[in-house]
């Protein structure tokens, strides 16, 4: 399967990663989610090509995961903000987070640590059933594909093994 495959199929999660599945895009939207707003910033604490951070930010906007405002007319300068579709991503930012400090530094060297604004208090989120409120977790909880879903992959297997 090619990548330009996966903005056609059925699966939230493929569609999802064709917008928002590269490095540099993920990058950009944490230092959103850390206050850049700037080229210049996204550019130097990312590390990002200034050709590739535009390219990204063009992309971006098109999902409208962010937006562009002027803040200078001469010369033209533009500062990034997330959308509504953008902070929605904050889940998966905090994923990577949480995976990263448990299986790469561990958490008593996290580099970042989240503080819950209501409470004050030093926080580790973590996804909860929405009906009863209880941890979920990979083991905890099965998946059942759409019908959609279910023909397509049936159809991928035929076409990958030529039946």
Same mark, same amino acid.
């Given at each position: 399967?090619?990548?330009?495959?996966?903005?056609?199929?059925?699966?939230?999660?493929?569609?999802?990663?064709?917008?928002?599945?590269?490095?540099?895009?993920?990058?950009?939207?944490?230092?959103?989610?850390?206050?850049?707003?700037?080229?210049?910033?996204?550019?130097?604490?990312?590390?990002?090509?200034? %050709?590739?951070? +535009?390219? #990204?930010?063009? *992309?971006? @906007?098109?999902?409208?995961?962010? =937006?562009? %405002?002027?803040? +200078?007319? #001469?010369?033209? *300068?533009? @500062?990034?903000?997330?959308?509504? =579709?953008?902070?929605?991503?904050?889940?998966?930012?905090?994923?990577?987070?949480?995976?990263?400090?448990?299986?790469?530094?561990?958490?008593?060297?996290?580099?970042?640590?989240?503080?819950?604004?209501?409470?004050?208090?030093?926080?580790?989120?973590?996804?909860?059933?929405?009906?009863?409120?209880?941890?979920?977790?990979?083991?905890?909880?099965?998946?059942?594909?759409?019908?959609?879903?279910?023909?397509?992959?049936?159809?991928?297997?035929?076409?990958?093994?030529?039946?």
């Amino acid at each position: 399967m090619s990548r330009a495959d996966l903005s056609d199929m059925t699966c939230t999660v493929a569609r999802t990663l064709e917008i928002f599945g590269d490095t540099w895009s993920q990058m950009i939207v944490r230092e959103m989610f850390l206050g850049s707003r700037r080229f210049d910033d996204l550019q130097q604490l990312t590390g990002v090509s200034p %050709h590739t951070l +535009s390219k #990204r930010l063009k *992309r971006l @906007e098109a999902a409208e995961i962010i =937006r562009r %405002h002027a803040y +200078s007319d #001469r010369p033209p *300068r533009y @500062e990034y903000k997330l959308t509504e =579709r953008g902070r929605d991503l904050w889940p998966a930012i905090i994923a990577l987070k949480a995976w990263g400090d448990k299986w790469l530094d561990g958490p008593a060297t996290a580099p970042i640590t989240l503080t819950h604004k209501a409470c004050g208090q030093v926080t580790e989120p973590y996804l909860v059933c929405s009906a009863c409120g209880e941890p979920i977790d990979a083991l905890g909880s099965h998946a059942t594909l759409s019908p959609d879903m279910q023909r397509e992959r049936a159809a991928r297997r035929r076409q990958n093994t030529g039946t």
